[in-house]
């Protein structure tokens, strides 16, 4: 992106700060379902303030994920009505006469990091276990929230039976690969049989779903949690498939997992299901395997040029196939 056009473009949005400046523009290295850029701000003519925006948008030839980066933003927008914490979004664009790329959206910046190895050096521990008890509040939180007054029904699909839960995201997911996909993998189509077969048939509640829950997607400034991240995922669905996702992502290296779910449990009423649990880690290894796959024909014609997609691409299908398929064929 051009810093020139940022700049333009957040004076039109800032018009009361008309000799506003981007003094810095930087793409961050982490994540990959979308881009991600810093734009560091003045305005006023005093000294630079320590005032960021960050602009989201997908890259250039197509999302990773199978959700349109407008998604993203109303989830964002939703929480805003909710005590979720989240990054403030501020404007969405499909022009690309804006900026010379559309759609973007831009949002507030949290302070903080969420570079997760400084929960792990030498005495963190204090702030490990703050994090961890945390971060089952906040799922707690997440997954009693009041979504249909939020408006998250308005435009994510609601689950009538229990199997929708997963089903639904099974499906939209499964589109995805069959419209990149290069080749026929019949160990895929294999897991997604079982899955579809033994979705759970009950669920305590049709909830919020954070959808990428885990170490690296929170934002924190000591031992606080000052916001979630990371909602290209989210949907209405099963409380038990974010905490497999958590515990996917490593979230009980901050805590051990039964002082989470007791956490959770005391402050959501929710039981956690370790069988729903356990169904939806090769669920979540599967969908994992869906979207790297569907890298690969856009790496081999061109589309997606970033040396990290191809690394992601010929990496992940492995390992996540390797861990997900014991748990189906046991």
């Known amino acids: 992106m051009e810093q020139e056009r940022i700049q ?123 994090i961890g008890r945390q971060l089952a509040e906040l799922l707690a939180d997440l997954h009693t929230t009041d979504w249909e007054a939020a408006g998250f029904g308005e435009f994510m699909p609601v689950p009538q ?54 170490l690296g997607n929170f934002i924190f400034a000591g031992d606080r949690i000052t916001a979630l991240t990371d909602w290209e995922q989210a949907h209405l669905g099963d409380p038990m498939k974010d905490w497999a996702f958590a515990l996917w992502r490593g979230a009980d290296s901050l805590l051990p997992r039964d002082e989470m779910f007791r956490i959770y449990e005391e402050r959501s009423g929710l039981a956690v299901d370790l069988d729903a649990v356990a169904y939806y880690q090769p669920f979540i290894n599967a969908l994992n395997v869906l979207t790297s796959s569907s890298m690969i024909p856009r790496i081999l014609d061109g589309s997606f040029e970033d040396v990290t997609f191809a690394r992601l691409a010929m990496g992940m299908p492995f390992q996540c196939l390797e861990d997900g398929f014991p748990a189906i064929a046991g």
């Open 8 to 130: 333009e473009y957040l004076r039109t949005r800032l018009p009361e700060h008309p000799d506003l400046v981007v003094v810095g523009l930087r793409r961050i290295a982490g994540g990959m379902s979308r881009e991600t850029w810093f734009a560091d701000i003045s305005y006023d003519g005093g000294p630079e303030r320590d005032l960021r925006y960050t602009v989201r948008l997908d890259h250039p030839n197509g999302s990773v994920v199978p959700t349109p980066l407008e998604w993203e933003y109303k989830v964002l927008d939703g929480l805003t009505r909710t005590s979720v914490p989240a990054a403030t979004p501020l404007w969405f664009e499909d022009d690309p006469q804006l900026i010379g790329r559309a759609p973007f959206y831009v949002r507030e910046n949290v302070p903080g990091t969420a570079a997760f190895r400084e929960l792990f050096d030498q005495g963190a521990d204090e702030r490990r276990t703050a």
């Open 161 to 214: 039976t229990p199997q929708d839960c997963a089903r639904f995201e099974l499906e939209k997911y499964r589109a995805h690969w069959d419209a990149h996909r290069i080749e026929p993998q019949p160990i895929v189509a294999e897991m997604l049989s079982w899955l579809a077969r033994h979705a759970p048939t009950t669920v305590q509640r049709v909830s919020l779903i954070w959808g990428d829950v885990g």
